[in-house]
């Protein structure tokens, strides 16, 4: 145990206000808790949800913010009543540091569900103060929402997955999707997309990946291993291939049409959304109810799935395809994944960055 210190000043990358621009920004963390991990911030991915929450395109956002959920770290303090986790632990913390511990979806397991969940930046924790993320030298979290990386999966490559990696692994798992012999559609090769490609092979699926142009054909079929490519514009690739899938994770994360891949699912197939839209989405009934289909959301995983899945990648030899950047590319690393133009998932290497404030 260390020495448990009273609160702390540290430095991070703030938002200020909706232009979503990051700058130095300085703030305290509260005193280690008996049940509380204090975290050097090693690296931290960078998800689509960042771009959402630090322009304030879902209307609710609160400045100054430190973004980030995709955070390893090492232990460098823990509380008294802390089991986990000792120091020198490489951990991770994704999308959550707190949850009510009394509702339904607690006690099944499911926290993230938890209609009081606390977000891992951009909400207000229990002592009243707000959340800030792991773009910042250090955090502090309830060990509860602390995961164990395993050792052979590198620290920086094992950030993207405490998002896209268990945003992809929960429904397969919860839906009994993950044995061998399915076949799947991944819609969108982006960060979560190619997560899909691995995982779903891993799995031992047959995997189509259905995109917007031809351009990643030779990197989904060479490099990720899927089996088939489809371009959603080939009306008659399209049709050739209705009635073929047993599911489609549908990870793009901007408002498209749903009816060409409804088309797609077999009986009792299933339209898994993954991607933050804040727009409606539309179809039409019959496209569901002549094939007994669905259309389901799923958001992250739990804890207890969280380590289930990085266990599995280790386990399976699985690792996000990354680009590491430092903190001041961070701005620059922003506008390229509005771009699509990453592949697939940025890492900041904050430890290996000056932070100055």
Not at 103 to 121: A, D, F, G, T, V
Request: hydrophobic share 35%; proline share 5%; with cysteine.
């Amino acid at each position: 145990m260390g020495s448990l210190e009273g609160e702390r000043s540290i430095t991070g990358l703030a938002a200020k206000d909706p232009s979503g621009v990051l700058s130095p920004y300085t703030y305290t963390l509260r005193r280690t808790g008996p049940e509380d991990v204090y975290i050097k911030v090693l690296y931290c991915g960078i998800c689509h949800t960042d771009i959402h929450q630090t322009r304030n395109h879902l209307g609710m956002s609160n400045y100054p913010m430190v973004p980030g959920h995709e955070v390893v770290g090492e232990v460098v303090e823990v509380g008294s009543s802390v089991s986990k986790f000792r120091l020198g632990d490489v951990v991770g913390v994704g999308c959550l540091v707190g949850c009510c511990r009394a509702c339904r979806p607690c006690n099944s397991n499911i926290e993230q569900y938890c209609n009081k969940r606390i977000w891992s930046y951009n909400d207000v924790y229990v002592d009243g103060k707000p959340t800030q993320g792991g773009f910042a030298s250090n955090m502090i979290v309830d060990q509860k929402f602390v995961v164990k990386i395993p050792e052979g999966l590198p620290a920086e490559q094992a950030a993207p997955l405490l998002c896209a990696g268990i945003t992809v692994f929960s429904p397969l798992k919860t839906l009994g999707l993950d044995k061998p012999g399915v076949r799947c559609g991944i819609l969108g090769l982006g960060g979560v997309g190619h997560m899909g490609v691995k995982m779903a092979k891993a799995m031992g699926h047959h995997v189509t990946v259905i995109s917007s142009s031809d351009k990643k054909r030779e990197e989904a079929m060479d490099h990720l291993g899927a089996d088939e490519y489809l371009v959603s514009s080939d009306g008659e690739g399209m049709q050739a291939a209705a009635d073929t899938l047993d599911y489609i994770l549908d990870t793009v994360p901007v408002q498209h049409p749903l009816e060409p891949y409804l088309a797609m699912l077999r009986v009792d197939g299933k339209l898994i959304l993954t991607g933050v839209i804040p727009a409606p989405m539309q179809f039409i009934t019959p496209m569901l109810m002549l094939g007994r289909k669905s259309i389901l959301g799923t958001f992250i995983g739990s804890m207890d799935e969280t380590q289930e899945m990085l266990d599995f990648c280790e386990k399976k030899g699985l690792t996000s395809m990354i680009e590491v950047v430092k903190m001041d590319y961070v701005n620059t690393a922003l506008e390229r994944l509005e771009k699509n133009d990453v592949r697939y998932r940025f890492v900041v290497d904050v430890a290996g960055s000056e932070l100055d404030s």
